[in-house]
Structures are given as structure tokens and as C-alpha cells.
């Protein structure tokens, strides 16, 4: 299971995380993303990280330089640091695991949505 937290409203230039714990298996034996959706607009993927054998991780071009994510093996939580959100980053935001290692394919299993809303 993923359990997703830490949503809410935030201001504009201003921070949030989001977790994302883990049960059933550890949060660094697979890769592991999230993924968001706006009101009327396709899904996006924000960020994914490789299992800690690899080690790497993806940012969207839109969250790049501002998002950051995280793991904490002995918590099994991933973490999304969101930093200098602006009103674009409002939307529903998503965990995501993948059935590999690595952030290829399709993600296999999702936990439930957590609402991001950033006030300008």
C-alpha cells in the first residue's frame, strides 16, 4: 500500500512536502514517482527515483530546480520537498511504484491523491 500525506493549500513562492509511506515492501526496493494531475489538464509525471541499488532520479522539466525528492528507508517514506511552488503547481499529486528498478515503463500501483493548492 501507499499512503499519501501532507497535502493542503500553501502561498505562492512558499513550501510543502508530501509523503509517501510504504507498507508491504520496503520504499527503496523499487523505483518510486509521483505523479500529478490539474483540473482539465493531462496527467504529469513530477519525479521518479531508482531503487537504491541505482539511485537515480527524474524531475520534470516544469519542477526541476524547485522539487525535490527523498527516501527514508528506516521511515519507508518518500518525500516530496516542493519549494517555490507558483499557482501551475496546484493539483492533485499522486505516489507511484513501479515493478522494476528503475523509472522505465509503467508504474504498477498508485496510492491515493493528496490536493495541492498554491493562492497567488
Known amino acids: 500500500q501507499l499512503e499519501v500525506s501532507g497535502g493542503g493549500l500553501v502561498q505562492s513562492g512558499g513550501s510543502l512536502t508530501l509523503s509517501c509511506t510504504t507498507s508491504g515492501f520496503t520504499v527503496d526496493r523499487y523505483a518510486m514517482g509521483w505523479l500529478r494531475q490539474a483540473s482539465g489538464k493531462e496527467r504529469e509525471r513530477v519525479s521518479c527515483?531508482?531503487?537504491?541499488?541505482?539511485?537515480?532520479?527524474y524531475y520534470g522539466e516544469s519542477v526541476k530546480d524547485r522539487f525535490n525528492v527523498s527516501r527514508d528507508r528506516a521511515k519507508n517514506t518518500m518525500y516530496l520537498q516542493m519549494n517555490m511552488v507558483n499557482p501551475e503547481d496546484t493539483a492533485k499529486y499522486y505516489c507511484e511504484k513501479y515493478p522494476s528498478y528503475y523509472c522505465d515503463g509503467n508504474p504498477d500501483y498508485w496510492g491515493q491523491g493528496t490536493q495541492v493548492t498554491v493562492s497567488s
Open positions: 527515483i531508482s531503487s537504491s541499488g541505482d539511485g537515480r532520479i
